[in-house]
């Protein structure tokens, strides 16, 4: 596995991706809509690992009970049928198999109940 990005959730997602690009010097390199939010995917353009910026508004009621102040990570794998099997197998608490804009994934949790993303990529 290695760090795909970091999901942060915002405020305000738009002010957040001017921060990143305007004053630290970021790309935009995804910039996507989910119902009336935008959601930012910012990273230096040398750089893999990125920053995702997702309104904390588009997430109040996320299914998987995420928990808002802390981070998400999602991580990118070559194989994801084999991670979600080695995961299993070391008895991580892990979701099916899915398709989430346009990528098959599944998330992980910390034994917190911190939930993570993997990606295949």
């Not at 109040?60 to 802390?70: C, Q």
């Not at 981070?71 to 080695?86: G, M, N, R, T, W």
């Not at 804009?101 to 911190?114: I, T, V």
Request: include cysteine.
């Amino acid at each position: 596995m290695r760090i795909g990005y970091v999901v942060l959730y915002v405020d305000d997602s738009e002010a957040c991706a001017r921060f990143w690009t305007d004053q630290v010097g970021m790309k935009v390199q995804m910039q996507s809509r989910a119902l009336d939010f935008s959601i930012f995917r910012v990273g230096f353009s040398e750089r893999d690992a990125a920053l995702e910026l997702v309104p904390r508004e588009l997430m109040k009621e996320n299914p998987d009970g995420l928990d808002l102040a802390t981070p998400s990570i999602c991580f990118y794998v070559d194989d994801l049928q084999e991670a979600h099997k080695k995961l299993s197998e070391n008895n991580v608490l892990v979701t099916e198999i899915t398709n989430h804009f346009d990528n098959e994934n599944f998330a992980f949790s910390d034994n917190e109940g911190r939930w993570f993303a993997v990606l295949q990529g």
